[in-house]
T-cell receptor, first 116, second 115 residues
Framework: AQTVTQSQPEMSVQEAETVTLSCTYD???????LFWYKQPPSRQMILVIR??????QNATENRFSVNFQKAAKSFSLKISDSQLGDTAMYFC?????????????FGKGTKLTVNP | NAGVTQTPKFQVLKTGQSMTLQCAQD?????MSWYRQDPGMGLRLIHY???????DQGEVPNGYNVSRSTTEDFPLRLLSAAPSQTSVYFC??????????????FGQGTRLTVV
């Protein structure tokens, strides 16, 4: 079974600075997807960024980028120029690429606070 | 664009009562699932469905029942509520994987309290 570990329960950063959230995972599969989801106080789950394991290039979405290290099974999220609206819970998630399996396995989350 | 709609948003139940959490999606997605979110635990899969008439258990299925009679709807039933089922529940839907463009869309969640 796959597992996802987020080792930082809480983090804080000053507005406009850069912060990196850590995520490691365990799987025996070679092809899969990795995600970062943001959950603001509104409770809505919002997809931040997605990475396909077969792609070597790290995914980026505006101020959000990942450092995907497949051999190390590491998938960290970097937030640049942090904004107050980035304050939220962030969840790392894994999905197998095997046919018919779209189950997400989540980490326990990192609570990020952006301070003015 | 409605996306994934969950009702109700909040609910308080007494121990032993039953209820159904509703989930509907209008994106013609094949795959639908239910998760529960507990403090410090992340989201855990309760049940899922890969299409109408097909359901299967996830990581924490005990105490919950599901059915999928249509592509659009995937209700979650609590047959006899227990305090341990106090949680926030999320419904999600996504395409079956084709071409690697996979994304799960989530409903807004239901905060359930069992007293």
């Amino acid at each position: 079974a796959q597992t996802v570990t987020q080792s930082q329960p809480e983090m804080s950063v000053q507005e406009a600075e850069t912060v990196t959230l850590s995520c490691t995972y365990d799987t025996s599969e070679s092809n899969y997807y990795l995600f970062w989801y943001k959950q603001p106080p509104s409770r809505q789950m919002i997809l931040v960024i997605r990475q396909e394991a077969y792609k070597q290039q790290n995914a980026t979405e505006n101020r959000f980028s990942v450092n995907f290290q497949k051999a190390a099974k590491s998938f960290s999220l970097k937030i640049s120029d942090s904004q107050l609206g980035d304050t939220a819970m962030y969840f790392c998630a894994f999905m197998s690429a095997q046919g018919g399996s779209e189950k997400l396995v989540f980490g326990k989350g990192t609570k990020l606070t952006v301070n003015p | 664009n409605a996306g994934v709609t969950q009702t109700p948003k909040f609910q308080v139940l007494k121990t032993g009562q039953s209820m159904t959490l509703q989930c509907a999606q209008d994106m013609n997605h094949e795959y639908m699932s239910w998760y529960r979110q507990d403090p410090g635990m992340g989201l855990r899969l309760i049940h899922y469905s890969v299409g109408a008439g097909i359901t299967d258990q996830g990581e924490v299925p005990n105490g919950y029942n599901v059915s999928r009679s249509t592509t659009e709807d995937f209700p979650l039933r609590l047959l006899s509520a227990a305090p341990s089922q106090t949680s926030v529940y999320f419904c999600a839907s996504s395409y079956s994987k084709t071409g690697g463009n996979t994304e799960a869309f989530f409903g807004q969640g239901t905060r359930l309290t069992v007293v």
